[in-house]
C-alpha cells in the first residue's frame, strides 16, 4: 500500500530563511510526487511534481523539491521564505501506471513565518 | 479561481439529515475526485469517477454515495449524518494521471 509521511507537524522559519519540509514516501513502484499547499479556508494548489526525468523539479512561488530514489524522499525547499508561504503543505504520492489515479496524501506540515 | 467548483461552500445541518454536495470539474477534466478533510483524519480519499463510471473507492462509509453525470459534474450524497461527519469536502479534478488535481475550494460540513 502506498503512505506518505510528513514526519514535521509544525515548522517556524524566521522571513527571509531558508525552508527544507520533509516527506517520505512509500509506493512499491514508480510513483508520481506532488507537493501541494493549503492556506486556510482554501483548497488546495499544486505546488510542483515529479515523474521522471531531473530529480530536483522547479515548482511555482519559488518552491523547488529533490527526489532520492534510495531515501524514498521528496523534499520540499525555499532559498527565502515570505511571509506569505505561511500555510499547510502536503506531499502526495500516486501511481504512475495503471487506471486508478488516487493519490494518497500526507498529514501535512504547517509552516508558520516570523518577521 | 481554479476552475473547479464546489457549492455549497457551507453547510449546516442536523444529525440524521441527508445532503448533496456538488462539483464542476475543470473544462475538459474527466476525472473527478472525493475527499472528506478532517482534522483527526486528514485528507482521506473517498471516491473517483472518471467519465461517468466509478473507478476507485476508497474510505467511503455506506451511507455516502457519489455520481457522476453526462456533462461531468459530480454530486456526493451524505444521509444518517452523525456529529463525526463533519469537516471539508473536497472535489478535485484532473485531465489523465500524473497531472496532478486541481482542487475546488470545498464545502464546509457542519453537523450539529
Known amino acids: 500500500a502506498q503512505s506518505v509521511t510528513q514526519p514535521d507537524i509544525h515548522i517556524t522559519v524566521s522571513e527571509g530563511a531558508s525552508l527544507e519540509l520533509r516527506c517520505n514516501y512509500s509506493y512499491g513502484a514508480t510513483p508520481y510526487l506532488f507537493w501541494y499547499v493549503q492556506s486556510p479556508g482554501q483548497g488546495l494548489q499544486l505546488l510542483l511534481k515529479?515523474?521522471?526525468?531531473?530529480?530536483l523539479v522547479q515548482g511555482i512561488k519559488g518552491f523547488e523539491a529533490e527526489f532520492k530514489r534510495s531515501q524514498s524522499s521528496f523534499n520540499l525547499r525555499k532559498p527565502s521564505v515570505h511571509w506569505s508561504d505561511a500555510a499547510e503543505y502536503f506531499c502526495?504520492?500516486?501511481?504512475?501506471?495503471?487506471?486508478?489515479?488516487?493519490?494518497?496524501f500526507g498529514t501535512g506540515t504547517r509552516l508558520q513565518v516570523t518577521l | 479561481d481554479s476552475g473547479v467548483t464546489q457549492t455549497p461552500k457551507h453547510l449546516i445541518t442536523a444529525t440524521g439529515q441527508r445532503v448533496t454536495l456538488r462539483c464542476s470539474p475543470r473544462?475538459?477534466?474527466?476525472?473527478v475526485y472525493w475527499y472528506q478533510q478532517s482534522l483527526d483524519q486528514g485528507l482521506q480519499f473517498l471516491i473517483h469517477?472518471?467519465?461517468?463510471?466509478?473507478?476507485a473507492k476508497g474510505n467511503i462509509l455506506e451511507r455516502f454515495s457519489a455520481q457522476q453525470f453526462p456533462d461531468l459534474h459530480s454530486e456526493l450524497n451524505l444521509s444518517s449524518l452523525e456529529l463525526g461527519d463533519s469537516a471539508l469536502y473536497f472535489c478535485a479534478s484532473s485531465v489523465e494521471r500524473g497531472y496532478g488535481y486541481t482542487f475546488g475550494s470545498g464545502t464546509r460540513l457542519t453537523v450539529v
Open positions: 502526495a504520492v500516486g501511481p504512475y501506471t495503471g487506471t486508478a489515479s488516487k493519490l494518497t
Open positions: 515529479y515523474f521522471s526525468g531531473d530529480t
Open positions: 473544462s475538459g477534466d474527466l476525472s
Open positions: 469517477y472518471y467519465n461517468g463510471e466509478e473507478r
